[in-house]
């Protein structure tokens, strides 16, 4: 049997400050790969001093909202100038993710900048696709299907719907697990987060433990997605 490889930070959305902002990450061949740096994950990484444990630290963004980069600029600048280390920054959007970076003050010389086109392999083991993902219009949101030997999954980032090759991959067993941005309710039916009854119609119950609700906002109900068969990431405890 599979077992999740992926440690979260946080679980929660933007305005969910109970759960702190949704980031996870996973060791691959005694690298350090993190998904996403928002809001408390800095000091949450500083705290469990994951920093320093690691040679190699490397960063996939899945978008530009806060939640998900607020305190990216605060890991590059002390990696560099405190343990003496260039953090690889991965994102399929180059000149985006390096202009908000220099608006922060972090000039390019102190962290390199990978760009993810469709399929990148890493030390011919670790495998990662970017998958554009539907959630606002006002900038691009990409997911990851990450391979890494041990495992094979999808971690959404932010999005209102599960993208159909995702999906049929997954149901044909191709994915182990799938790490989905999931809300409480979708009223307008144009809500930029896929919602728990959306996500239950296109999950089969049979599937369904191989789910992970993420991203969760301050109305979740955690009850209703355990009684469904979903599951919830567990949450480092600092």
Partial sequence: MKIPVLKF???GSAFNPYFNNTSAYFEFDTELFLIDCGEGVF???Y????????????VLITHTHSDHVATLGHLLLY????LNKKVKVFFPEESLISSLLSSMGVEKDIYDLVKLNDIFIYKE??????IEQAHVHEIPCFGYLIETGESRFFYSGDSKTINQLILDKFLKGEIDFLYQDTCSENFNGNHPHLSLA????????????YVFC????????????????FRIPEQIQI
Avoid at 198 to 209: C, D, G, N, T, V
């Fill in 9 to 11: 930070l946080g679980i």
């Fill in 43 to 45: 000091s949450n990484l």
């Fill in 47 to 58: 705290k469990l001093k994951l920093l320093e444990r690691y040679k190699t630290i490397n």
């Fill in 79 to 82: 990696c560099f100038y405190e």
């Fill in 125 to 130: 083991k670790l495998t990662i696709i970017s």
């Fill in 198 to 209: 959306e996500l239950s119609q296109l999950i089969p119950p049979e599937k369904r433990s």
């Fill in 214 to 229: 993420i991203h969760l906002d301050i109305k979740f109900n955690f009850n209703l997605a355990s009684s469904l068969g």
